[in-house]
């Protein structure tokens, strides 16, 4: 079991920056990769971010590619995204989520087991 909180979330402007955190209890990390999604209202859940615990292989979406940094602090058990110049088109709840299987499906859903509870970010312009 893996337990998952976010926190970070809020309301900015376009073109500030938000970093959100994600504290991970429960089992040993070293299968899992974390990643973020986000869900715009009256959309799908889509990839944003993963880094792979053991080693810190990341991807990221083309959306926020050179705008967004996955990072992590192992010791400290937690996950990071670092998001730059922000968009009104980024508005979203962000979830963080702990995956396992094959690097190369990191960005589908299906691939997550466990999911954190969300938090808001809302970017006006």
């Known amino acids: 079991q893996v337990q998952l909180v976010e926190s970070g979330g809020g309301v900015v402007q376009a073109g500030v920056s938000l970093r959100l955190s994600c504290a991970v209890s429960g089992d040993t990390l070293s299968e899992y990769w974390m990643t973020w999604f986000r869900q715009a209202p009256g959309k799908e859940r889509e990839f944003v971010a993963a880094?792979?615990?053991?080693?810190?292989?990341?991807r990221y979406a083309d959306s926020v590619k050179g705008r967004f940094t996955i990072s992590k602090e192992s010791a400290k058990r937690r996950v990071y995204l670092q998001m730059n110049t922000l968009k009104p088109e980024d508005t979203a709840v962000y979830y963080c989520a702990a995956s396992r299987g094959i690097w190369s499906s990191v960005h589908s859903r299906d691939r997550v087991l466990y999911w954190g509870q969300g938090t808001q970010v809302t970017v006006s312009s």
């Open positions: 880094i792979r615990w053991s080693g810190g292989t990341t």
